[in-house]
Structures are given as structure tokens and as C-alpha cells.
């Protein structure tokens, strides 16, 4: 049985974190700061961490991803559409913060997904979904068995990521949403990358975008 966390990490930001775990296994998706914070987690959990996931790769997604990744030497997925955002903090935005930019000089550790896959971790059949529009790469994560999806800053309760940032398209977002994850099923429980959860069902009804 897959269990779910929410984590709220980073004060400015109020970053969602997922743990996502099946026994003893997990998954970390969106370290996007205060990186002990999770790893004390997983510590007083007794979980083991197989693998990282990231929606995108704007900075209060990835702000604590080197420290985790290095900690575990767990593999990172991300889509290869958000590559530069990872080496040049002037595309993750994080040289605004005020805070020690963040950049890798080494992808070593990345499986970069180009289209939709599957990816079987912790006995899930895992749909990794490109739904770009907030970003050119952004990914959410649809975990069948469990009837929920991870959306990142695409889907939101009552909204939608912005699209004002380099790399955003209103129209894009918005047919990603409508044919990667509105054909969801209507019972699809949606964590998104900022605030309360969802399902596809209310938002298809609710959300003033469509």
C-alpha cells in the first residue's frame, strides 16, 4: 500500500514535498528546501530512498535536491526540458533569493525523461506525464493504484501555475491540463506544488480556468 506525506518546506515559498512511500522504500518528490528537515524524516521513519522526483526545475523545487541527492546516491528524474535549469541559476531563478545559487555542474546522477514513460518503483506502475506550460519540462507523476497524481506547479485547487516566467505558455498549460490530466479519472486525489490537495473530479467542475 503506497503511503503519502505532504511536507511543506521552505518559509518564503511553502513548497510541497512528497514522500511517498511502500514498506521500507520511497520516493522523494520536490525537495525543494530545508533538506534535513526531510532527511529527519526519512531517519525517524526507517525509509530508504530509492529515488528522487522533480515536477520542474524552478528553484523552491530543487532547493535542497544536491543535498538529499548526495546523502542517499538515489537517482533524480526530471525531464530533459528543464536541464539548463539545473546548471544556470539565472534559469532556476534562484540568484534572486539572495541565497547560495543553485547549480549542478554534474547530471551524473539524472534520468532525463523526453515523453510520457512508465516507471516501476516501489511495485507502482508509475505514469510520468509532460505536461509543459509553467515550464517547458514540467512532469507530474500519476500513481495508478493509488488514484493520486502529482502535478507540480501545473494544477492547482481553484487554479493554475503561472505562465509569466521564461519558458511559460498560458495555452500550452492549459491543453496540458485538459489532455494529460483532466482525462484522469474524476476520483484522482491531486497533490499539487503549493497548497491543499484536490481531485480532478472538483477541478474539472471548479477551477474559473476552464
Given at each position: 500500500?503506497?503511503?503519502?506525506y505532504p511536507m511543506?518546506?521552505?518559509?518564503?515559498?511553502?513548497?510541497?514535498?512528497?514522500?511517498?512511500?511502500?514498506?521500507?522504500?520511497?520516493?522523494?518528490?520536490?525537495?525543494?528546501?530545508?533538506?534535513?528537515?526531510?532527511?529527519?524524516?526519512?531517519?525517524?521513519?526507517?525509509?530508504?530512498?530509492?529515488?528522487?522526483?522533480?515536477?520542474?526545475?524552478?528553484?523552491?523545487?530543487?532547493?535542497?535536491?544536491?543535498?538529499?541527492?548526495?546523502?542517499?546516491?538515489?537517482?533524480?528524474?526530471?525531464?530533459?526540458?528543464?536541464?539548463?535549469?539545473?546548471?544556470?541559476?539565472?534559469?532556476?531563478?534562484?540568484w534572486k533569493t539572495?541565497?547560495?545559487?543553485?547549480?549542478?555542474?554534474?547530471?551524473?546522477?539524472?534520468?532525463?525523461?523526453?515523453?510520457?514513460?512508465?516507471?516501476?518503483?516501489?511495485?507502482?506502475?508509475?505514469?510520468?506525464?509532460?505536461?509543459?506550460?509553467?515550464?517547458?519540462?514540467?512532469?507530474?507523476?500519476?500513481?495508478?493504484?493509488?488514484?493520486?497524481?502529482?502535478?507540480?506547479?501545473?494544477?492547482?485547487?481553484?487554479?493554475?501555475?503561472?505562465?509569466?516566467?521564461?519558458?511559460?505558455?498560458?495555452?500550452?498549460?492549459?491543453?496540458?491540463?485538459?489532455?494529460?490530466?483532466?482525462?484522469?479519472?474524476?476520483?484522482?486525489?491531486?497533490?499539487?506544488?503549493?497548497?491543499?490537495?484536490?481531485?480532478?473530479?472538483?477541478?474539472?467542475?471548479?477551477?474559473?480556468?476552464?
Open positions: 500500500m503506497l503511503k503519502i511543506t518546506v521552505g518559509a518564503a515559498f511553502q513548497t510541497n514535498c512528497y514522500i511517498l512511500s511502500a514498506g521500507d522504500g520511497a520516493i522523494i518528490v520536490d525537495p525543494g528546501d530545508e533538506g534535513s528537515k526531510i532527511i529527519t524524516y526519512l531517519a525517524t521513519q526507517r525509509l530508504k530512498p530509492v529515488a528522487i522526483f522533480i515536477t520542474h526545475g524552478h528553484f523552491d523545487h530543487i532547493g535542497a535536491l544536491k543535498e538529499v541527492q548526495e546523502k542517499y546516491g538515489i537517482p533524480v528524474y526530471a525531464h530533459q526540458d528543464e536541464a539548463k535549469l539545473f546548471t544556470d541559476s539565472k534559469f532556476n531563478f534562484s539572495g541565497r547560495m545559487p543553485v547549480e549542478f555542474n554534474d547530471l551524473s546522477a539524472f534520468n532525463f525523461v523526453c515523453k510520457d514513460e512508465v516507471i516501476e518503483l516501489l511495485d507502482q506502475n508509475i505514469n510520468v506525464l509532460h505536461v509543459p506550460g509553467h515550464s517547458p519540462g514540467s512532469l507530474a507523476f500519476y500513481f495508478k493504484d493509488a488514484d493520486v497524481v502529482i502535478t507540480g506547479d501545473a494544477l492547482f485547487k481553484g487554479s493554475i501555475g503561472r505562465t509569466d516566467l521564461p519558458g511559460g505558455n498560458h495555452e500550452q498549460l492549459l491543453k496540458s491540463i485538459e489532455t494529460k490530466l483532466f482525462t484522469l479519472p474524476d476520483s484522482t486525489v491531486v497533490y499539487p506544488g503549493h497548497g491543499p490537495a484536490t481531485t480532478i473530479g472538483n477541478e474539472k467542475r471548479m477551477n474559473p480556468f476552464f
